[in-house]
T-cell receptor, first 112, second 119 residues
């Protein structure tokens, strides 16, 4: 079983639509990160959330950390073809620990 | 500032052989972590090095090993390769080290990976 469950695993939508990707767990995390990975490349860090209830915005992307620090969501407004990629959430169980636990990822395709 | 570099980018080996992958972290970063990425298992943590010491280890067999040099560069080695070792091997570097403090979030920055194919 996965410590971090991401949903949906696959999502294909039209340009201009909105979408939300979820990352859930039964464990409490000290921090959670979202990455985006393109084919043949390593994951690129998008954001880190630390405080329960925290909301961060990165242009059209909105990230939220659940109040209990067990879940997170990524919302994209007016999706663009350039948003296509594999979105990964990763969490750190213990403060200061380097080991990241990753979700299986959401493969997002934005069709022009 | 240059990013994390990994060499080689692509590698083809046969079963039973061994392989060494290299990672150069971002300048000033002292922590290096290694991950294996496969379509079936996703990203799995292999190990983490800091100041030439392995600080954390994932659930991989002893065929997987690594080391870190005094300049923070790291290598990982896989001996007696199996078909199931075919994967993208990712290295990530982090500024965080011992005593970084409880509020440090220790963001990790990934390299482009080494695509290993075992035939």
């Amino acid at each position: 079983t996965q410590l971090l469950e991401q949903s949906p695993q696959f999502l294909s939508i039209q340009e201009g639509e909105n979408l939300t990707v979820y990352c859930n767990s039964s464990s409490v995390f000290s921090s959670l990160q979202w990455y985006r990975q393109e084919p043949g490349e390593g994951p690129v860090l998008l954001v880190t959330v630390v405080t329960g209830g925290e909301v961060k915005k990165l242009k059209r992307l909105t990230f939220q950390f659940g109040d209990a620090r067990k879940d997170s969501s990524l919302h994209i407004t007016a999706a663009q073809p350039g948003d296509t990629g594999l979105y990964l959430c990763a969490a750190r169980l213990i403060q200061g620990a380097q080991k990241l636990v990753f979700g299986q990822g959401t493969r997002l395709t934005i069709n022009p | 500032k240059a990013g994390v570099t990994q060499t080689p980018r692509y590698l083809i080996k046969t079963r039973g052989q061994q392989v060494t992958l290299s990672c150069s972290p971002i300048s000033g970063h002292r922590s290096v972590s290694w991950y294996q990425q496969t379509p079936g298992q996703g990203l799995q943590f292999l190990f983490e090095y800091f100041s030439e010491t392995q600080r954390n280890k994932g659930n991989f067999p002893g065929r997987f090993s690594g080391r870190q040099f005094s300049n923070s560069r790291s290598e990982m080695n896989v001996s007696t390769l199996e078909l199931g070792d075919s994967a993208l091997y990712l290295c990530a570097s982090s500024l965080q080290g011992r005593g970084a403090g409880i509020f440090s979030t220790g963001e990790q920055y990934f390299g482009p990976g080494t695509r290993l194919t075992v035939t």
